[in-house]
């Protein structure tokens, strides 16, 4: 079937970032829509690594030490300053609007996401995230931090909302039989961005730095030029089906079984957050991040604290430890953290694989069941000084938060069909935004909290790790009462085909196929696609590793 328009007898060809460009021709290979869906991803979620400028940025000045402002200098007149450094607790304001945007963005402009298709969202998402590294390098040049929370935070978050969003539809439709699989491949490279971009970051700055200047604005302009290049490549590869195209021999689940949590039809994005449906996952998401997000934040102290000595083989408290032995449990706990982050990474693969066979329902409740056991759990295992077991806790928890993540994409796609899922799970990020505040708050004041009314730093946690657990029971609970979507919410067959028509979707006619096997000559291309992913990652990996073996010695 031909895309193009007839316009007095001369056919048009779709514009070449429309969603009519990019629909696949019988033969295409479905195998290579993952990688360009990790090419992006693996580049936006350097967001999560970015603290690896923090320390470096605070005496971009001072540059062998940080220059503090005056003391009567206000927080409006900080952001204007150029003569003093900047404090890490300003800077860490990027992170927070990181999230705040990315999830704001994701819920405005998802509609417009399946509307425009995936490579359009993703060249703006390159255009955002890209153009944004570059406007928080000329604040870190001109010493305006003001700069860089609009550059990397609003501009760069509208990005990384975009990005995150945009092959989730597009998945979903190419994988109907491998729907958590498929999404979990494409988070996971989300999940696994900071593990490239820390050390490659890392490295920039090693490079660049000299008596006169810390490196990092020349590292920003550098990783801006290696994202887009990769983030343009992945909007390119991308495609979509036909309306209506399935895998060669697949049956759809309604025809081999009756499992009322999927669904055949489709519910719109409007109506669709409406639905007591969308309230109660949007709880199930929230609670779930919550109780991650705040541990993965405080992994590093939280390790230090409650153990200490230990670490080292010794019984002696924190407090009682010299600068030398903070400097080795630093380094143990910095191995922690790194194996967290692998746990996460390959927890959203995972456990999203594993809800293929087991439904969403089911892999939520395993992580609402073991997640309240575990985190109940290791307050006694920290009394009791059993290091491995503590460090295996958390790598489940870190692996079941990831997978949070992977997973409710094909839930949402079950509840309430694909047609718009995409924006559905844009809206639904807002609950990230959400536990991004959540879960911080409760772990970070908790502690604070207890250490200010003497409590032992070992035992600080204790509340806050049991508090985390009944936010788990309330997740269990919510994810309980989820029920299939009521018949009054989905679309008739002509409000699905005027939403397809707005959307460019084309559907059968006489020409159209919609159902093939891959072209074999594509496997050298899928090959090479997924090495141009595979490679970094699998560096950031190995890099991941090293600095986890201390965790061994």
């Known amino acids: 079937m031909s ?78 300053a150029s003569t003093c450094d900047w404090q890490i607790s300003m800077l860490g304001w990027i992170y927070t609007l990181f999230f705040i945007f990315l999830g704001c963005s994701a819920a405005i402009w998802g509609g417009w996401l399946e509307h425009a298709g995936p490579r359009k969202a993703g060249v703006v998402s390159a255009l955002c995230w890209c153009g944004g590294l570059l406007i928080s390098a000329l604040g870190i040049y001109t010493h305006q931090i003001w700069l860089m929370w609009l550059g990397s935070g609003v501009i760069g978050g509208i990005g990384l909302g975009l990005g995150y969003i945009s092959p989730v539809s597009t998945l979903i439709k190419w994988f109907p039989d491998k729907r ?19 050390p490659l970051a890392t490295a920039l700055m090693g490079h660049f730095a000299s008596a006169d200047g810390v490196g990092v604005w020349q590292s920003f302009v550098v990783m801006a030029v290696i994202y887009f290049i990769f983030m343009i490549g992945g909007a390119l590869g991308y495609r979509v089906p036909p309306t209506g195209w399935k895998p060669e021999g697949w049956t759809a689940p309604a025809a081999k079984a009756k499992n009322a949590m999927i669904t055949n039809r ?18 199930v998401l929230c609670l779930n991040v919550s109780a991650g997000i705040g541990i993965l934040g405080m992994a590093s102290p939280l390790l230090q604290e409650v153990f200490a000595g230990k670490l080292l083989g010794n019984d002696l408290t ?4 010299s600068a030398d032995q903070l400097k080795a449990i630093a380094a143990i706990a910095a191995g922690f953290t790194g194996l967290l982050s692998l746990f996460n990474i390959g927890g959203r693969f995972f456990w999203a694989s594993c809800s293929d066979y087991i439904g969403r ?28 077991l503590f460090v295996a806790a958390f790598c489940v928890v870190l692996s ?32 990230w935004a959400a536990a991004g505040v959540l879960g911080p708050v409760l772990v970070n004041y908790l502690r604070e909290y207890q250490l200010s009314h003497g409590v032992a730093r070992a035992d600080a946690y204790d509340i806050t790790l049991y508090i985390l657990a009944g936010l788990l029971v309330l997740g269990f609970i919510c994810n309980l009462m989820i029920r299939p979507v009521a018949d009054k919410y ?32 594509s496997k050298p ?29």
């Open 180 to 198: 958590g699989m498929a999404t979990g491949m494409a988070i996971m490279g989300f999940g696994g961005g900071a593990m490239v971009g820390a």
């Open 3 to 80: 895309t193009s328009t007839a316009l007095g007898g001369a056919a048009v060809q779709p514009a070449f970032l429309s969603k009519e460009r990019i629909i696949a021709k019988p033969g295409f290979n479905r195998w290579l829509v993952p990688p360009a869906a990790l090419a992006i991803h693996l580049c936006i979620g350097m967001a999560y690594g970015f603290s690896v400028f923090w320390l470096p940025l605070s005496k971009a000045i001072g540059v062998s030490a940080p220059v503090a402002c005056t003391p009567d200098m206000g927080f409006f007149a900080q952001m204007f």
């Open 318 to 321: 924190f407090s009682q430890l």
């Open 361 to 388: 329902k089911a892999t939520y409740f395993v992580f609402f069941a073991l997640g309240f056991v575990l985190y109940a759990s290791v307050p006694t295992l920290g009394h009791m000084g059993s290091i491995a």
């Open 525 to 553: 291309l899928v090959i090479a696609a997924w090495l141009a992913v595979g490679i970094p990652l699998a560096w950031g990996v190995w890099i991941t590793l090293q600095k986890t073996a201390v965790l061994f010695h």
């Open 490 to 521: 989905f679309m008739t067959d002509a409000e699905l085909a005027a939403e397809q028509a707005i959307g460019h979707d084309k559907g059968a006619d006489a020409t159209t196929s919609l159902e093939w096997k891959a072209s074999p000559g």
């Open 266 to 283: 489709h519910v719109h994005v409007s109506v669709a957050w409406k639905t007591p449906q969308f309230r109660l996952v949007w709880l």
């Open 400 to 431: 079941m938060y990831g997978g949070g993540f992977a997973t409710v994409p094909a839930y949402l796609a079950d509840l309430f069909g694909t047609q718009m899922v995409g924006a559905i799970h844009g809206r639904l990020l807002t609950a």
